[in-house]
């Protein structure tokens, strides 16, 4: 180009040179946009409004968080909590060559640091905190951009670097978040199978701090789980909870967690509360020792087992709180660690398996306010050691073997608000308890002490509770006693006491409970009474008080009892009882009450028994009678009730039990009565009843029936006129039977009637009394040459007497013939077994229960198949259990028709089941294919008998020996529960020094029988649960292949904790279709043997999971809490 033309363009070469001076902008700034949008992409899951406009038709000093310096080039990046989430593309935005400023605190950022941060060498301001990176962020960041800079511009950045020396000062910090993250995660990860919502906000995208339940220090590092009762349910990591280095708290009380707790619980090292209370945990505790900082254990009710780590108690010599109570421990005495704890002030140890005497040493723990050992098996005097305790606010005693008086000086716990020593062996007075003025709550029922209740009771202020039955106390109850505090409930019972009853216990209105039966108190109720509306128990029976009952009393609202019986009370039942509206029993048995029977009484509609007995009642019964729905038993019996039956007591269609006799009552017998679904016993004798008897009392649940000494007529029905009602129509001259021997026979004329014909009759009768009587006794004579081959039981026939509870169609002598070698079908720990066949073709299954010798005891043969009245009881304890196995009543329960006994022999005659038992049908040469169906038609069966007999009466008949050898199966494979009761029946009959008899078969018998020796319907609900594992698996309780002493519990606990499918346990000849069905009875198993016996469920609940899980009706079961449930029992609702 010449001269000339460059001074031409000279426009153009300044164009040139402003473009070469601007040519490291506008680069820059596309490199930028394309840096940022990568930036945007990789962050591309955050839910932030931060990046809509951050799009490539718009300048990048536009986006927003960006700062530009004058020349357009980006220098800050500013988007701290803006919920950005994603992993951080440092190759792109170190690409960003002037950035000084990268500020991304406190978002959901994750991911390591990459190598590329070292690009970033201008940056003089860096704040990544708050977000959840993995690996070792910050010192990394530190070594990756020192590494990158050159000693000039590390000068030049002092800045940003006393920045990056504060961030590796709290490297510990924010690694730990991201650790704690993943700990947590797994923590959330293994419970998942809980439906609790306190997991929902635990999230990667969540700063663990807020996460429900956890509990961070300043410095956002985790020092407490706190989800107590939040339904969780699994197995608990503690490899993962211990990776909590600072974990401080750990309160997972109340849960449904299980499985065994792991050694890695020793990693945590800086617990100072641990509760892992409330949990249903197998297996064994692990050794403490290395938990050095626990100030608070709480393992109570958790399901251990196994021997407890007494000696790592050495090492926790700051724990203040220690409960370990409820499980199943291995016997040991009393632990001698536990002595050195000197900060103690709480120490459970309740049902802990504790054994021996309660050591001297106690008195060394100065600071305990709270002392409980109850239910253990210690024995000896209580301490004197204890009396030291003088913060003492509570000590439980209950249920060991204790003996001696209370020690001299216990007087000095003054600070004792809570005492209960119940059913022990103390002795002595109680004149040391004088002084413990703070008492709110005295139990000491059934021990022998003796002497007089101290006068100083009375001045107790805060006393709301004393219950003293059962002991050999004597003199009067102080008169001021329960009246300053809201006095609850007094039980002084079975006792020796005299004089009044005090006249202000129920001061404040607050009383529930005034229980005083069998004692000689005089005087009568007191006025004050009759105002007590929270009264809900009333029982004075059995003392010498006299009077009128206040007529208030009669009708108090929340009254469910009222039990007045055998006193000298006086006066008439009043109006008033229709208010009673919670009444349920009515007891005046045995004394001088007098006038109607209120009409109003229908109007207590909650009325099951009314029981008037021995009393001086008038009037007709009350005609609206018929609306008491509920009513269960009317017994009437020897008062001066006249006129007819009414008619509407054929409504009372829960009657059970009728008696009217010893009254004045005429007209006919309601046929209404026949009507009656559930009635079994009926006595009307000794009225003034006439007409026929109604052919509708045929019914065959009727089992006793009494109708002598009235003025019917007629023929007696057919169904009635058998051998066991032989003395129920006598003194009816006008009655006649073609089957009773001691009636006159029916003639076609037999309506009529006349002195003449009934003195015939009468005598006709006699003869042919004599006449049997005679024939008896030749027979007698000459089967006696045939008693050699016979068993030992029936060489006296004159020895024996029947009891029967049903109407029988064979005599007692039909049985006893029977009862030979060749029909033996049976033999067991309490007897033998016979198969009875009937003359009528029929057959029965009769037990001889074996007796231990009981000397020479003389007893005339009853004359009749029912024992005379007020004959003596051959063995009172032997009879009375009989009484409690004759009264039940259910279809899944074996009929026991009679008992037959003699000096050395009992014999109970049930009905006989031709399938066997279930034992026989799963598990010997009699073994049938049954499919599930089957199987659970007898499992929910079984099981509603069990809940009958828990469940049904006044007290819960316990079975004691619950086995599928005790379940028999009729010919329709429906279940019957046998052998109810036969334990406690075989050991009233055993000798007196026997303390060894077992209650229960090998493989069924609960865990807590070893230590404890007593059972309950827990024991019951346990076996059973091993029955229903037998039905499931088809597996004996005790096989070898489930190792040396282990049974099915065992292999069953342990096949479904090694998280293998629980199918796989049900029995292979269960159609595949069914074993889902199955597997889910298998669970309920679970439930019943738990080692805790209050958490198992009750009878009544395992009904309702059964009844839940009928093939193809659910797929899911819910275990609901029980109604009655104690602290004990389980908690919240559980589902599988």
Known sequence: MSEHSIFRHRYLLNLLILLSFLSPIFPAQSDELQSLLTFKSALQESKSPVFEAWTSTNAVCHFTGMVSDPRQVLKDINLSQQQLSGVLPFDSICALGSLEKLSLGSNFLYGAISDHLTNCTRLQYLDLSGNSFTGKAVSNAVHLLTSGMSEHSIFRHRYLLNLLILLSFLSLIFPAQSDELQSLLTFKSALQESKSPVFEAWTSTNAVCNFAGIVCDPSQVVKEINLSQQQLSGVLPFDSICALGSLEKLSLGSNFLYGAISDHLTNCTRLQYLDLGGNSFTGKVPDLSSLTQLSFLNLNNSGFSGPFPWKSLENLTNLTFLSLGDNSFDRSPFPLEILNLDNLYWLYLTNCSIEGHIPEGIGNLALLENLELSDN????????????????????????????????????????????????????????????????????????????????????????????????????????????????????????????????????????????????????????????????????????????????????????????????????????????????????????????????????????????????????????????????????????????????????????????????????????????????????????????????????????????????????????????????????????????????????????????????????????????????????????????????????????????????????????????????????????????????????????????????????????????????????????????????????????????????????????????????????????????NVRYEIAIGAARGLEYLHHSGDRPVIHRDVKSSNILLDEHMKPRIADFGLAKIVQANAIKDSTHVIAGTHGYIAPEYAYTYKVNEKSDIYSFGVVLMELVTGKRPVELEFGENNDIVHWVGKAMRSNGSIVDLVDSSISEALREDAAKVLRIATHCTIKIPAVRPSMRTVVQMLEEVEPYKLTGIVVNKDPGYSKKELGNNSTF
């Open 377 to 932: 098996n210690l024995f000896g005097k209580i301490p004197l050691g204890i009396t030291k305790l003088n913060k003492l606010h509570q000590l439980e005693l209950y249920n060991n073997n204790v003996t001696g008086t209370l020690p001299v000086g216990f007087g000095n716990l003054t600070s004792l608000v809570y005492f209960d020593a119940s059913n022990n062996s103390l002795e002595g007075d109680l004149s040391e308890l004088k002084t413990l003025t703070q008492l709110e709550s005295l139990q000491l029922f059934q021990n022998h002490f003796s002497g007089e209740i101290p006068v100083e009771f009375g001045d107790f202020k805060s006393l709301q509770g004393l219950s003293l039955y059962r002991n050999k106390l004597s003199g009067s109850l102080p008169q001021k006693i329960g009246s300053w505090a809201e006095f609850i409930y007094i039980d002084v019972s079975e006792n020796l006491l005299t004089g009044p009853i005090p006249a202000e216990m129920c001061n404040k209105g607050k009383m529930t409970d005034l229980l005083l039966l069998q004692n000689n108190f005089t005087g009568g109720l007191p006025e004050n009474y009759a105002k007590c509306s929270s009264l809900v128990r009333l029982r004075v029976n059995n003392n010498s008080l006299s009077g009128f009952v206040p007529a208030g009393v009669w009708g108090l609202p929340k009254l469910s009892l009222i039990d007045l019986s055998l006193n000298q009370f006086q006066g008439a039942l009043s109006p008033s009882i229709s208010e009673a509206e919670s009444l349920a029993q009515l007891l005046l048995a045995n004394n001088q009450f007098s006038g109607e029977l209120p009409q109003r009484i229908s109007e207590a509609s909650s009325l099951v028994k009314v029981e008037l007995t021995s009393n001086q009642f008038t009037g007709e019964i009350p005609s609206t009678i018929g609306k008491l729905k509920g009513l269960s038993n009317f017994l009437l019996e020897d008062n001066f009730f006249s006129g007819n039956i009414p008619d509407s007591i054929g409504s009372c269609v829960s009657l059970n039990e009728i008696n009217l006799a010893g009254n004045l009552l005429s007209g006919k017998i309601p046929v209404s009565l026949g009507s009656l679904p559930s009635l079994n016993s009926l006595n009307l004798s000794d009225n003034k009843l006439s007409g026929e008897i109604p052919v509708s009392l045929s019914s065959p649940r009727l089992s006793l029936l009494d109708l002598s000494n009235n003025r019917l007529i007629g023929r007696i029905p057919e169904s009635l006129s058998i051998e066991a009602f032989n003395s129920s129509f006598l003194g009816n001259p006008g009655l006649c039977s073609q089957g009773i021997k001691n009636l006159r026979p029916c003639s076609s004329d037999s309506g009529k009637s006349g002195q003449v014909k009934a003195v015939i009759y009468c005598f006709i009768a006699g003869a042919g009394v004599m006449a049997v009587s005679l024939a008896c006794y030749i027979l007698v004579k000459l089967r006696q040459k045939d008693q050699k081959g016979r068993e030992s039981l029936i060489k006296r026939r004159d020895s024996w007497a029947m009891k029967h509870f049903h109407v029988l169609s064979f005599s007692e002598e039909e049985i006893l013939k029977e009862i030979k070698q060749e029909n033996l079908i049976g033999k067991g720990g309490s007897g033998n077994v016979y198969k009875v066949h009937l003359r009528n073709g029929k057959q029965l299954a009769v037990k001889h229960i074996w007796k231990s010798h009981s000397g020479d005891r003389k007893c005339c043969r009853s004359s009749s198949p029912m024992l005379a009245k007020g004959k003596k009881s051959r063995s009172p304890e032997y009879d009375a259990e009989v009484a409690t196995l004759s009264s039940v009543r259910h279809v899944n329960v074996v009929k026991l028709y009679c008992s037959i006994t003699s000096d050395d022999s009992n014999l109970l005659v049930y009905e006989y089941m031709p399938n066997g038992s279930l034992w026989d049908r799963l598990h010997t040469g009699q073994k049938i294919v049954m499919d599930w």
